[in-house]
């Protein structure tokens, strides 16, 4: 079982980047797939999850207005475009497959399975 996150870089503040999680052997076509993030010492915070089913989607709120998440079914992928980038937006960005995108936001579930990281930098 494995997604495929990329799409980390390095920009400048106020750029943009775009990020893909994809899942080619269609494992998640139930649930919810998310972007989690992480810096050195800290905890895998959540930033945004789009349900499959009605893709339906939430955010942090340190995100929102911001990043925007997608899903392109046929591609079995899921995006996450990052715009205003801010230094603090500076981490490793993970993708994990769970059940319930708004339950991964309140911090109710965690996902069970988890892409490979991809770095983000942003630049002041």
């Known amino acids: 079982v494995q997604l495929q996150a990329s799409g980390g870089g390095l920009v400048q503040a106020g750029g943009s980047l775009r990020l893909s999680c994809a899942d080619p052997e269609r494992t998640f076509s139930r649930g919810a797939l998310a972007w989690f993030r992480q810096t050195p010492g800290k905890e895998r915070d959540f930033v945004a999850g789009?349900?499959?089913?009605?893709?339906?989607?939430v955010y942090a709120d340190s995100v929102k207005g911001r990043f925007t998440i997608s899903r392109d079914n046929a591609k079995n992928t899921v995006y996450l475009e990052m715009n205003s980038l801010k230094p603090e937006d500076t981490a490793v960005y993970y993708c994990?497959?769970?059940?319930?995108?708004?339950?991964?936001?309140?911090?109710?579930?965690?996902?069970?399975?988890w892409g490979q990281g991809t770095q983000v930098t942003v630049s002041s």
């Open positions: 789009i349900n499959w089913g009605g893709g339906s989607t």
């Open positions: 994990g497959a769970g059940t319930s995108a708004r339950a991964m936001l309140l911090g109710r579930s965690r996902p069970n399975y």
